[in-house]
């Protein structure tokens, strides 16, 4: 069938190997990074944070950035998700290296989400 939607792909579902390595931009049109990877919660199932991927060059030496999920919109016309972030607010935000991986437990969590001004969920 011509009309057959991929199976990692639907009309409202994206499979996460789809999201990984999609550009994240500012309202700005600034690039931001991309998304490293999606942490999702064991037992609800809802995505808590994309990771995004920033500084460094091809992934070498760069960081990466819980941002909450809700935070981010996606945008057809760009490909990409959209967050209303700034290059400095992004720059001055909970991060770790690839390596160093915190534990992402509640007050990891809160810090996260304290630090984009908003409450954390209670999952």
Same mark, same amino acid.
């Given at each position: 069938? &011509?009309?057959?939607?991929?199976?990692?792909? %639907?009309?409202?579902?994206?499979?996460?190997?789809?999201?990984?390595? %999609?550009?994240?931009?500012?309202?700005? /049109?600034?690039?931001?990074? %991309?998304?490293?990877?999606?942490?999702?919660?064991?037992?609800?199932?809802?995505?808590?944070? &994309?990771?995004?991927?920033?500084?460094?060059?091809?992934?070498?030496?760069?960081?990466?950035?819980?941002?909450?999920?809700?935070?981010?919109?996606?945008?057809? /016309?760009?490909?990409?998700? =959209? =967050?209303?972030? %700034?290059?400095?607010?992004?720059?001055?935000?909970?991060?770790?290296?690839?390596?160093?991986?915190?534990?992402?437990?509640? &007050?990891?969590?809160?810090? =996260?989400?304290?630090?984009?001004?908003?409450?954390?969920?209670?999952?």
């Amino acid at each position: 069938m &011509a009309d057959t939607i991929e199976r990692n792909e %639907t009309d409202r579902l994206i499979a996460s190997d789809k999201v990984e390595g %999609t550009t994240v931009y500012n309202p700005q /049109d600034e690039r931001l990074g %991309t998304i490293r990877n999606v942490m999702i919660d064991k037992r609800s199932g809802k995505s808590e944070y &994309a990771v995004l991927e920033f500084g460094g060059l091809f992934g070498l030496g760069s960081d990466h950035y819980p941002i909450p999920w809700e935070m981010l919109t996606y945008d057809t /016309d760009k490909g990409g998700y =959209v =967050v209303n972030l %700034t290059k400095d607010q992004v720059e001055g935000a909970p991060r770790y290296r690839g390596e160093e991986a915190p534990d992402y437990n509640h &007050a990891y969590g809160r810090t =996260v989400y304290e630090y984009y001004g908003l409450g954390y969920p209670m999952l």
